[in-house]
């Protein structure tokens, strides 16, 4: 009985003291405190995929269980030939839940002397360039780059997509050039090193790692989705079978063949097809 009351007048006492502590925190403080839990991610340091997930049919699994390295490289050529010449939206994103946080990627820089954020809310693909013999595939993207308000004129990037093996994916570039002062080119270099990969929406989910160097430097790390308008699977060509008019059979050496009526053009009707026969040989 004596352990029960002394508990409770514990928990009343921090009670009390937490709620005289609370009367020197502001809201703001309240708001930003550690006890308020925040689902964005900031910084998180690039790192290689342990394994990498693929979503088909409205089911995920890791990829080595089931999967090829060609299976995925095909999966992936299929998902951008299909959005060749369309936007992809860059999200910052959580790497558990596969959610946006934000509807862009962003980074600090300095642009001279002045310090900026540089963002990255989508990316163009111009062209989808396949490699023979190898399991690349060449990539020309453009970057919807800004900075304080400005959007700056940047070269288009020369990427290319390795699938090395099941858990090893990377996107990466050799660097593209930005105008972003009046002095000088900025050289901006990404690799992308992709863990997720959902076929059925379009999503492509990995960790990047973003650099400049030039009149304006800095750089950053996070994890990011790419989501593309349209999903990888191919589309479906209507096949239709021609029309024909009255066919008759003709059997020669045991083979049974189709053999097309003529058919009189001047009462309105169009003759289709024309088809080679073989003509059997009259014997004297």
């Not at 070269?155 to 002095?183: F, P, W």
């Not at 800095?218 to 989501?227: K, S, V």
């Not at 029309?243 to 003759?271: C, F, I, R, Y």
Request: hydrophobic share 35%.
């Amino acid at each position: 009985m004596l352990r029960k009351g002394f508990t409770a007048t514990l928990l009343l006492s921090l009670s009390v003291l937490g709620a005289c502590n609370l009367r020197y925190i502001s809201f703001n403080d309240v708001i930003n405190s550690k006890f308020t839990t925040s689902t964005q991610v900031e910084n998180t340091p690039l790192r290689e995929a342990s394994s990498v997930v693929v979503c088909r049919s409205k089911q995920c699994a890791p990829a080595k269980l089931s999967m090829s390295s060609e299976y995925i490289y095909n999966s992936l050529l299929h998902l951008f030939e299909n959005n060749n010449h369309k936007k992809m939206l860059v999200c910052q994103a959580n790497p558990s839940s596969k959610t946006c946080l934000e509807n862009y990627i962003t980074l600090p820089i300095k642009v001279g002397i002045t310090p900026a954020y540089m963002y990255i809310d989508s990316v163009k693909i111009t062209d989808v360039i396949i490699n023979k013999g190898s399991n690349t595939l060449n990539l020309i993207l453009n970057y919807n780059i800004s900075y304080n308000g400005q959007t700056p004129d940047c070269t288009a990037a020369q990427s290319i997509l390795y699938v090395r093996n099941i858990n090893h994916i990377l996107l990466e570039d050799s660097g593209y050039n930005c105008k972003m002062t009046t002095i000088g080119s900025t050289n901006v270099k990404t690799i992308f090193v992709i863990d997720y990969v959902d076929l059925d929406y379009g999503y492509i989910g990995g960790y990047y790692s973003l650099g400049l160097s030039g009149p304006a430097y800095g750089g950053g790390t996070g994890y990011m989705l790419l989501r593309l308008p349209k999903n990888a699977y191919p589309l479906s060509p209507v096949l239709s079978t021609p029309k024909k008019q009255n066919a008759k059979s003709n059997t020669t050496n045991g083979l049974e063949m189709k053999m097309e009526v003529p058919v009189d053009t001047q009462q309105g009707v169009e003759e289709e097809t024309v088809q080679v026969f073989p003509i059997s040989k009259k014997s004297n």
